[in-house]
């Protein structure tokens, strides 16, 4: 039954025949675990045998190399003990050498002459003291070679030292000596010079140390080698500083405006060091003072190669600034070695103006493309409310480039003398403003030419074609003289204050660098002289509006002259005395006319600038009678034989040039000038007329008539183009309508403000504006 039941239960479950016991895997992984285990046990004790090999032999080697030491120790001992046996019996000998001869002595002195029987006797006595002293200094350089060749060399030169000290004749000072001494100089020579080139060759070492190294160079300085011990230590400074520059190069890109400072830093201090360490070594002996000086020239021309190589580009303000931190810094520096009576200063000018001329030149250059070079110029001018209001003002009235070009030089300008130090400024302060005076005249240049109109600058009317902005209207024009006007007058004097400042304090207080140190060329200028510079420049760009001004009025546009000498031949009226209204010519009514028109105009253009506008108004005036003084073609017609001249052409000449006088003072603008060409006028054409038979002493009146008359037709005329009451001019009003600046209207030849006088038969091209002197000028000089 139990077979059957067994049977049965195969049935049901017929697929665990395949299955593997459990037993058998058992079975099989233990049997490979458990070689993988043996075999790394295996492994192990094998190693562990490795190891126990070489700990045994690194014990027996360690005991070895301990046994080995001790013996060394020994040997060292046994060494020792063998060189004090060597110096008892060396102290020994010399003891019974110094007895032998003083033997020798007493018997010399006992005895007398020394007989010819005991002649072998000394030579015997002779040889054995010879013999021993030779001895001694055979056992001497062997102690020497024995301490070189431990290297001693401390040990070795104080040995040297003392037996050349016992020897003097060993120095060369002691009387002749024999052979013997001579191969044991010799000898010795040959010592010293092994310790020499052993002393040389510990000095080249990467790693010496200071204290080494001084070391070195005190034995150096025992074996008499005093100059290549100088070389030496100056050789090892200037590898010190070599590796400072060095690892300090690689960061200048970092630093680009204070580097240079950084460089001066690193030179003057070695320098300083280096004077001083030499001062307590080598003493105040004049041949290394002036080895030390030698060696400071040659690194401080180094420092100035190195700063313009690792400089910024020169026409960069980072590069002005780097020149000007390096010149504060160097000059400083050269001030505090002078204490050490190390005179530097004049050789570091001398190097530094060729770098600092050149940057500056290369600055001056960029400035003046910045301010003049309008065309595709995007750049910023951050410009503070101070400086950029006086020039907004004239944007309405002109040309947005005009005032672009005005703001784009006090910009240039300004971002130059920021860049300055006070020892820059100190020393090169001249050079600058003489720059800055050279940028001006460009800028008027630019001016000159934006001026529309016909001109007899041949040189300036061949490039009307690059100006960048032109003034057309009297608006456009006047707004041009004010932007100039108000840079010379205001912003100017802002921007350079403080150069004027330093050199001024500098002049006052007598800066002990200036007395010192060689000043460079061009490094001083007279600040009147600069401010008449600049104020000339001024005067050729409103001269030259004047003139053209004063050309488009008396030429029409088909080139004839509305103001020709035929206005006086031949008339056929009554005299101007009989007339009931006389008035000046027609062309000096257009004249006035003009003249009004333009000075409503400034009143509005030149608001608060009133100097200028007289100024000005005057110069107008006076370019009118200045052309008609010298123009031939005028007074050709008049001194004509053939012109029919008659009393009433010279009345109205002399009524025009009175006309004329009465503008300029009922303007409030009279001018002293003025008068002088008018009256050189009047007396011209008087004698033209009397030598026609025309008696001036009949036919013209007094001034008084001339004077009332002009003043009447100033009234009439603006009454007739105002039609509003206006005042009479008369004599008691002149200090009324004569509103006037001290410098205009004073007496004084001498007063800075006066108007000089230009002889008559100057050229109307050629007519310059010294007669009126700046009121910027004037103002500065007050």
């Known amino acids: 039954m139990k077979m059957v039941e067994s049977s049965e239960e195969e049935d049901d479950f017929p697929s665990m025949e395949s299955v593997t016991p459990q037993s058998k895997i058992d079975t099989v992984h233990q049997s490979k675990t458990e070689k993988g285990i043996r075999k790394i046990c295996f492994e192990l004790l094998d190693l562990k045998d490795a190891v126990e090999n070489l700990c045994s032999n690194t014990r027996t080697k360690y005991l070895a190399f301990l046994r080995l030491s001790d013996e060394v120790v020994e040997m060292k001992h046994e060494l020792n003990e063998l060189q004090k046996h060597i110096s008892s019996h060396g102290i ?31 030579n015997e006595t002779d040889g054995i003291f010879s013999t021993e002293v030779e001895d001694r200094r055979m056992l001497f350089l062997e102690h020497v070679d024995v301490l070189l060749a431990e290297h001693k060399i401390e040990e070795a030169i104080d040995a040297i030292d003392t037996e050349e000290r016992t020897c003097p004749e060993l120095k060369g000072t002691g009387d002749s000596t024999t052979d013997e001494s001579s191969s044991f100089k010799s000898a010795l020579s040959k010592r010293k010079a092994m310790l020499e080139n052993q002393l040389v060759e510990i000095s080249r070492q990467p790693s ?59 030179v003057f201090s070695m320098i300083s060091l280096a004077n001083k360490d030499s001062g307590q070594m080598f003493g105040d002996n004049p041949l290394y003072s002036n080895k030390i000086v030698q060696w400071a020239e ?3 021309e180094s420092l100035v190669r190195l700063v313009k190589e690792n400089a910024p580009p020169s026409e960069t303000s980072s590069a002005l600034r780097a020149a000007s931190v390096f010149v504060q ?23 530094l103006q060729p770098y600092v001329e050149e940057v500056l030149e290369l600055n001056f250059r960029r400035a003046r493309k910045l301010a003049l070079d309008l065309v595709g110029t995007d750049e910023s001018m951050p410009l503070s409310p101070r400086l950029a209001s006086p020039l907004s003002t004239f944007a309405t009235s002109s040309d947005r480039l005009l005032v672009d070009c005005g703001m784009r030089f006090i910009f240039a300008v300004k971002e130059i003398a920021e860049q300055l130090t006070r020892l820059v400024i100190l020393h090169f302060g001249g050079n600058i403003l003489t720059r800055i005076s050279e ?77 010192n140190a060689m000043t460079p060329i061009n490094s001083t200028i007279d600040p009147k002289e600069w401010r008449r510079q600049l104020q000339q420049s001024l005067d050729n760009l409103r001269d030259h509006f004047c003139r053209q001004y004063v050309l488009s ?45 333009l000075a409503a105009v400034a009143g509005d253009v030149l608001l608060g600038k009133e100097k200028i506008q007289k ?3 005057a110069r107008l005036t006076e370019t009118v009678v200045m052309w008609l003084s010298n123009e031939e073609e005028f007074w050709g017609v008049l001194e004509n034989e053939s012109a029919p001249l008659r009393p009433v052409g010279l009345q109205q000449l002399i009524l025009d040039m009175h006309f004329t006088v009465e503008i300029a003072r009922f303007a409030g603008y009279p001018s002293r000038h003025l008068n002088k060409i008018s009256s050189d006028i009047i007396a011209r054409a008087v004698k033209a007329f009397a030598a026609r038979g025309v008696d001036p002493q009949s036919s013209v009146p007094e001034d008084e008539w001339f004077v009332e008359t002009a003043k009447g037709a100033i009234n009439k005329l603006l009454m007739g183009g105002s039609g509003s009451d206006v005042s009479e001019v008369d004599d008691e009003e ?49």
């Open 92 to 122: 020994l000998i010399q003891d019974l050498m110094s007895g032998v001869s003083r033997e020798l002595e007493e018997w010399s002195g006992a005895g007398g002459d020394v007989s010819e029987a005991e002649d072998p006797l000394t």
């Open 208 to 266: 010496v140390g200071i204290l080494e190294l001084r070391k070195v160079l005190s034995s150096l300085l025992k074996l008499g080698k005093g100059p290549l011990a100088h070389q030496i230590f100056l050789k090892s400074y200037g590898s010190r500083l070599q590796r400072s520059i060095e690892d300090f190069l690689a960061l200048c890109p970092c630093y680009p405006e204070t580097y240079s400072a950084t460089l001066s830093n690193l």
């Open 298 to 300: 040659w690194e401080i």
């Open 329 to 351: 810094a160097s000059l400083n520096h050269s001030s505090d070695l002078e204490k050490q009576d190390l005179k530097l200063t004049k050789l570091l000018l001398v190097l």
């Open 439 to 515: 940028l001006f005249d460009k800028y008027v240049e630019v001016l000159i030419k934006s001026l529309t109109g016909t001109t007899e600058d041949d040189n300036l009317s061949d490039l009307k074609e690059h100006v960048p902005f032109n003034a057309e209207t009297d608006s456009q024009q006047l707004a041009l003289l004010g932007t100039a006007f108000t840079i010379v007058e205001e912003l100017l004097p802002m921007v350079v204050s403080r150069i004027w400042n330093v050199l001024s304090e500098s002049k006052e207080s007598g800066d002990g660098l200036t007395e």
């Open 553 to 597: 009025f008396i030429y029409s546009r088909e080139g004839e002259t509305r103001l020709e000498a035929q206005i006086y031949i031949g008339g056929k009226g009554k005299d101007l005395l009989w007339n009931s209204d006389p008035l000046p010519s027609l062309p000096f009514q257009a004249l006035f006319g003009k003249l009004q028109q």
């Open 615 to 617: 100024v000005l108004l």
């Open 734 to 782: 002149d200090d009324e309508h004569i509103i006037m600046d001290d410098e205009v209207v004073s007496d004084s030849d001498d007063s800075p403000s006066s108007l000089s006088s230009v002889e008559s038969d100057e050229s109307f091209a050629s007519a310059q504006m010294e007669e009126l002197d700046s009121p910027v000028l004037t103002d500065s000089e007050n």
